[in-house]
C-alpha cells in the first residue's frame, strides 16, 4: 500500500523532500534579508539590538518577496499573493530568524567581529545552517497539515509529486482538477 498520499497531501518521503524545498526556499529569501543586516548594521557600527532588528526586518521582506513574485506569475494580483505569503512563510521565517540569531549571539565574539573576520562569515553560515536543520521539521509539520508553504502550491497550476501517484483528473483531495 503507497503512504506517500494520505487525504491529498504528502507523507513520509515525500513530505520530508516538499519540507526541505520550502526552507530552502524560505533560507534562500531569509539569508539574502539576514546577510544584508548584518553587512549593514556591522558597517554601520549599530549595537548587536539594532543590527538584529534590521537583519529580521529585511529577512522577513526578502522572504515574503520570494513567495510573492511566484505567487503573481501563477495569476493573483498583489493584493491576493500578500496573505497567500504570509499564510506560508511568516511561521517559517519567524523559526529561522530566532533559531539564527540566537546562534549569532551564542558564538563569542561573532557579533562583534567585522566583515573581513573569518569569525562574522563561519558564524553566520553555521547560524544559517543550523537554522535550517530546526526549520525542516516544522515545515514538515505545517506542510503535513496543508498549512505553511501548502498553501502556495495551492496557486501553483503544476501537479506535484505526490498528485502523480493519483488518477488522471484528481487533484487535492480527490476532487476533480479544475
Known amino acids: 500500500m503507497d503512504h506517500s498520499v494520505h487525504q ?5 518521503a515525500a ?3 516538499l519540507a526541505i524545498s520550502a526552507t530552502l526556499h524560505c533560507l534562500t529569501g531569509c539569508a539574502i534579508g539576514e546577510v544584508l543586516g548584518m553587512v549593514v548594521g556591522t558597517a554601520l557600527g549599530w549595537s548587536d539590538a539594532q543590527t538584529i532588528v534590521l537583519a529580521v526586518a529585511l529577512a522577513f521582506v526578502f522572504g515574503y518577496a520570494f513567495t510573492i ?3 503573481m506569475r501563477s495569476g493573483l494580483a498583489l493584493r491576493a ?8 512563510d511568516t511561521v517559517s521565517i519567524t ?3 530566532i533559531v539564527d540569531n540566537a546562534v549569532m549571539l551564542l558564538v563569542p565574539g561573532a557579533m562583534d567581529a567585522g566583515l573581513a573576520s573569518w569569525l562574522f562569515w563561519g558564524s553566520l553560515a553555521f547560524a544559517l545552517a543550523v537554522a535550517f536543520i530546526v526549520t525542516v521539521p516544522v515545515n514538515r509539520w505545517l ?4 498549512k505553511g508553504h501548502a498553501v502556495v502550491h495551492a496557486h501553483h497550476g503544476a501537479r506535484h509529486e505526490w498528485d502523480q501517484q493519483r488518477p488522471a483528473g ?9
Not at 8 to 12: E, M, S, V
Not at 81 to 88: F, K, R, S
Open 8 to 12: 491529498g497531501r504528502p507523507t513520509g
Open 15 to 17: 513530505l520530508t523532500r
Open 69 to 71: 513574485g511566484p505567487v
Open 81 to 88: 499573493a500578500i496573505p497567500v505569503a504570509l499564510a506560508a
Open 95 to 97: 523559526v529561522m530568524e
Open 143 to 146: 506542510i503535513g497539515r496543508g
Open 170 to 178: 484528481e487533484h487535492g483531495h480527490g476532487h476533480p482538477q479544475h
